[in-house]
């Protein structure tokens, strides 16, 4: 089993910056992937960014400018800095790994309110 825990959300002026944190934890675990989604009110998640297993990276296209996905290997830990923030970021943004364990999995983090005011 793998555990995702975020930190690092709140609540920021537009224009402001924030840096979101994920670390993963457990025992005999292999991670693939590692990643950002967000979900707001009334909408669906939506990918924000990622690490592909190749080791590449994804962006969402319209947040590539501000946004900036970063990991340190070492603390199995996936990083996302989210610059000029604006008021339709307002989301929570959970974190996600897919990692092989016993099996191949997707494990899901328990997910941070980032609120953006205008």
């Known amino acids: 089993q793998v555990q995702l825990v975020e930190s690092g959300g709140g609540l920021v002026q537009a224009g402001g910056s924030l840096r979101l944190s994920c670390t993963a934890s457990g025992s005999g675990f292999t991670i693939k992937s590692m990643g950002w989604y967000r979900q707001a009110p009334t909408f669906q998640r939506e990918l924000v960014a990622s690490f592909t297993e190749d080791g590449g990276t994804n962006y969402a296209g319209s947040l590539k400018d501000r946004f900036t996905i970063s990991r340190d290997n070492t603390k199995n830990t996936v990083y996302l800095q989210m610059n000029n923030l604006k008021s339709e970021d307002t989301a929570v943004y959970y974190c996600?790994?897919?990692?092989?364990?016993?099996?191949?999995?997707?494990?899901w983090g328990q997910g941070t309110q980032v609120t953006v005011s205008s």
């Open positions: 996600y790994a897919i990692a092989f364990t016993t099996y191949k999995g997707m494990y």
